[in-house]
Nanobody, 126 residues
């Protein structure tokens, strides 16, 4: 069974940093593309960042580019989201997602992904 277990969320002040972690099991991690999404109350799920299986290729939403960094450790079966210079507008539930790279084309689209974590709350106070 594929499981994605997230950690690292919390309450921080504007300008602070957080690092989210997503540990994957039940899959061959190195063959999966990984993504981060977020959802604020009353809003649709929003793409944040994604990492393809090979070559460390990454993509970011414009709203987080330059502040957030996605990385992965294939040996540890873990993907990270380093979030710097956090803003109140970053407040949301953050979700980790996975899809086999062979079928993952539009990595910024939620419906691309087969598996999702439980979500972890990030709250940024002003």
């Amino acid at each position: 069974q594929v499981q994605l277990v997230e950690s690292g969320g919390g309450l921080v002040q504007a300008g602070d940093s957080l690092r989210l972690s997503c540990a994957a099991s039940g899959l061959t991690f190195s063959t999966y593309a990984m993504g981060w999404f977020r959802q604020a109350p009353g809003k649709e799920r929003e793409f944040v960042a994604a990492s393809s299986r090979s070559w460390g290729s990454t993509i970011y939403a414009d709203s987080v580019k330059g502040r957030f960094t996605i990385s992965r450790d294939n040996a540890e079966n873990t993907v990270y989201l380093q979030m710097n210079s956090l803003k109140p507008e970053d407040t949301a539930v953050y979700y980790c997602a996975a899809v086999p790279s062979r079928i993952g084309n539009r990595l910024n689209a939620p419906d691309t992904y087969n598996y999702w974590g439980q979500g972890t709350q990030v709250t940024v106070s002003s």
